[in-house]
């Protein structure tokens, strides 16, 4: 049975950081690209950041560039998410996803695997 289990999350002020944690189990995470979505409420889910399969290559939706990155330790199978300088808007539930034949894709069809979610809310 596929597991991907998100932790990490939490209220902080903003300004702050957090850093989410992705424990897969079940599947081997060094053949995924994985990437980390969130959703609001009322809102759709959307894209945040992808890592490829080895972990060489990252890319980032353009309102968390330069604020967070995307880790993946193939060794622990697990991939991090670290969020600093925190906004209100990136209140949201955060997913990570597998997808073992492309990276960095946005369409959440295109995925394997989800996690749970795990709620991060960032205070003003």
């Known amino acids: 049975q596929v597991q991907l289990v998100e932790s990490g999350g939490g209220l902080v002020q903003a300004g702050g950081s957090l850093r989410l944690s992705c424990a897969a189990s079940?599947?081997?995470?060094?053949?995924?690209?994985m990437s980390w979505f969130r959703q609001a409420p009322g809102k759709e889910r959307e894209y945040v950041a992808a890592?490829?399969?080895?972990?060489?290559?990252?890319h980032y939706r353009d309102s968390v560039n330069g604020r967070f990155t995307i880790t993946k330790d193939n060794a622990k199978n697990t991939v991090y998410l670290q969020m600093n300088s925190l906004k209100p808007e990136d209140t949201a539930v955060y997913y990570c996803?597998?997808?073992?034949?492309?990276?960095?894709?946005?369409?959440?069809?295109?995925?394997?695997?989800w996690g749970q979610g795990t709620q991060v809310t960032v205070s003003s």
């Open positions: 996803a597998a997808d073992m034949d492309s990276w960095g894709s946005e369409s959440v069809a295109l995925y394997d695997y």
């Open positions: 890592i490829s399969w080895g972990g060489t290559n990252t």
């Open positions: 079940g599947i081997t995470l060094s053949s995924y690209a």
